[in-house]
Structures are given as C-alpha cells and as structure tokens.
C-alpha cells in the first residue's frame, strides 16, 4: 500500500512559478513510476508528464513541456513538480499518482494509487 500526499499548491500570477511535492509512504517508492495528472472544472483528468522508477525516462504533455519538470529523490520518498511559466490554463487541481509498473506511462489506469490533489490557480 502505497499512501501520496501532495503540497506546493496555490495561487500564483501567469507567468509565475510552483513547486509541487508527492510525498510517499512505503518502503518500495524507488520501484514506483509515478505521475502527475490534472482535472480542470468540467474537464476530464488528464496527463501531464510521468518518470519511471529509477528517472531514466520522462514524458511530458506537449501542454508543458519546456515549462515543467518532474524529478524524484528516491532516498526522501518525493517526486517534485516544477512549474515555470505558468498560464492561465494551467489552472487545475494536480494529481500524484503512483504505478507499482515501474515504468512511465501516460494513461491513468496504469496507476495504481492516487493522492488527494491539490489546487493550482493561475491569475491574470
């Protein structure tokens, strides 16, 4: 069983910058993929960049790529967002998500377990 709990969340300008965390419990974290998603108001969930289970592959949404990135410190039990850049459609509550499949994928049913999410609002 693996539990997930997100932080970093807020309210930031466009244009501005976020540092989301997943925090995970569990002692097999290192053999996890894990996944950052996103819901919009009225919008399905959707991907937005995964890593495998020990970084050596990363996929990004085109939505994000070259404004955010996800890294992982195995030894914390942690895998990090950052967002640069940010826009008014990156508004949306962030999902972490874990895959005891250890490698990265795009699909929401390769995911195992799921933390709570949290709010990421941008202004104008």
């Known amino acids: 069983q693996v539990q997930l709990v997100e932080s970093g969340g807020g309210l930031v300008q466009a244009g501005g910058s976020l540092r989301l965390s997943c925090a995970a419990s569990?002692?097999?974290?290192?053999?996890?993929?894990m996944g950052w998603f996103r819901q919009a108001p009225g919008k399905e969930r959707e991907f937005v960049v995964a890593?495998?289970?020990?970084?050596?592959?990363?996929y990004y949404a085109d939505s994000v790529k070259g404004r955010f990135t996800i890294s992982r410190d195995n030894a914390k039990n942690t895998v990090y967002l950052q967002m640069n850049s940010l826009k008014l459609e990156d508004t949306a509550v962030y999902y972490c998500?874990?895959?005891?499949?250890?490698?990265?994928?795009?699909?929401?049913?390769?995911?195992?377990?799921w933390g709570q999410g949290t709010q990421v609002t941008v202004s104008s």
């Open positions: 569990g002692r097999t974290f290192s053999s996890y993929a």
């Open positions: 998500a874990a895959a005891s499949r250890g490698w990265a994928a795009i699909t929401t049913t390769h995911y195992n377990y």
């Open positions: 890593i495998s289970w020990g970084g050596g592959s990363t």
